[in-house]
């Protein structure tokens, strides 16, 4: 049986890849990292791949006030080395430069990660704490969705055939603290079993804000506990509360069983994590936040 080869176009501007990706059968082709393999193993059949990687306008990261703009080509290394990213969520690019190895670091890219929407990945429970939102183009039309819904299960995002991700916008708030936890069992570099992280927003008299909770590798996909808000409270919270806390994420978790775990022993971590990443961001805990 032979199976034809996809047909390969690298436009260089935003406007020409809008038009090619949107003939029925075309895919977007980033770092690849994740579509060579499904390209290889026949589990996607594009008739065309749009190679994103000559597009300067999305390889941009722009800075307006307190509005930061990911362009979706910037690599895992771009947003580790950016003064913006690390003015604005440090923890984001830190993160971002620590992902699996070098080799995926420098060519994984911020849009590819989004769009296929692995629930272990690093960088969503990231955005989800952060309230990022995704700006989406189609050539007729853009629109800004919130990182929060755009995932609806494992690569299956809310991006139609004729759409691309443009960018990644993310605002600062000047009292936001940030702080992730990855458990893996074995080597470090895996994908997490569990991953964790803790927003957290104060007022100039620092009662607290804003808290947000979100959770990777447990579940479709990554997603924001409910009620944290509720149930960190204004004022100082004690180990009463971030125990609550961490009780209902382990019980909004919805892990497999699996060789890294079974379904109790991954919930039992992700209190564990929770309950860290928590002290890191109330500052109970040395090793701090970002
Ligand atoms: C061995 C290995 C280990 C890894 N470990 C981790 C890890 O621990 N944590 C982690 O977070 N990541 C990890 N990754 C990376 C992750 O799994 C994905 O491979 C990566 O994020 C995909 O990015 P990419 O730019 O290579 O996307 P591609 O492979 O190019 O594309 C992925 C999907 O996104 C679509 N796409 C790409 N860009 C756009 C766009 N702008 N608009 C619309 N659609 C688009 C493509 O059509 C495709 O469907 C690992 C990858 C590998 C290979």
């Not at 690599?75 to 690019?93: H, I, M, N």
């Not at 009292?175 to 470090?188: D, H, M, N, V």
């Not at 409910?226 to 994420?249: F, H, K, N, S, W």
């Amino acid at each position: 049986l032979h199976v034809a080869e996809p047909h390969f176009v690298a436009p260089s501007s935003l406007k020409e890849a809008l038009e090619a990706n949107a003939a029925l059968d075309a895919l977007a082709l980033a770092g690849g990292t994740a579509l060579a393999h499904l390209v290889r193993s026949r589990l996607v059949e594009p008739a065309t791949l749009v190679f994103l990687g000559r597009i300067a306008e999305l390889q941009r990261i722009e800075r307006s006030g307190p509005v930061l703009r990911l362009g979706s080509g910037c690599t895992f290394r771009q947003l580790s080395r950016d003064l913006a990213v690390q003015e604005v969520a440090p923890c984001l690019g830190r993160v971002a430069g620590q992902i699996a190895n070098p080799r995926i670091v420098s060519v994984a890219t911020l849009g590819g990660a989004l769009v296929h929407a692995d629930p272990r990945q690093d960088l969503q429970p990231l955005l989800l704490a952060l309230g990022a939102s995704v700006l989406v183009a189609s050539p007729s039309a853009t629109r800004e969705v919130p990182v929060a819904g755009f995932a609806r299960g494992l690569m299956d995002v809310d991006l139609a055939q004729d759409e691309l991700v443009v960018e990644v916008i993310v605002r600062q708030r000047r009292r936001r603290q940030l702080a992730y936890e990855r458990f893996t069992p074995e080597a470090s570099d895996d994908f997490p079993t569990v991953a964790v992280a803790a927003g957290l927003e104060r007022s100039e008299d620092a009662t607290i804000s804003d808290a947000t909770l979100a959770l990777g590798a447990v579940g479709p996909t990554a997603f924001l506990v409910p009620a944290v808000r509720e149930l960190i409270g204004t004022i100082a919270p004690d180990q009463g509360v971030i125990e609550a806390v961490a009780e209902a994420a382990a019980a909004a978790s919805r892990p497999v069983a699996d060789r890294h775990g079974s379904v109790a022993y991954k919930q039992e971590m992700v209190a564990v994590h929770v309950r860290r990443a928590l002290r890191r961001v109330l500052g109970h805990d040395a090793s701090g936040a970002a």
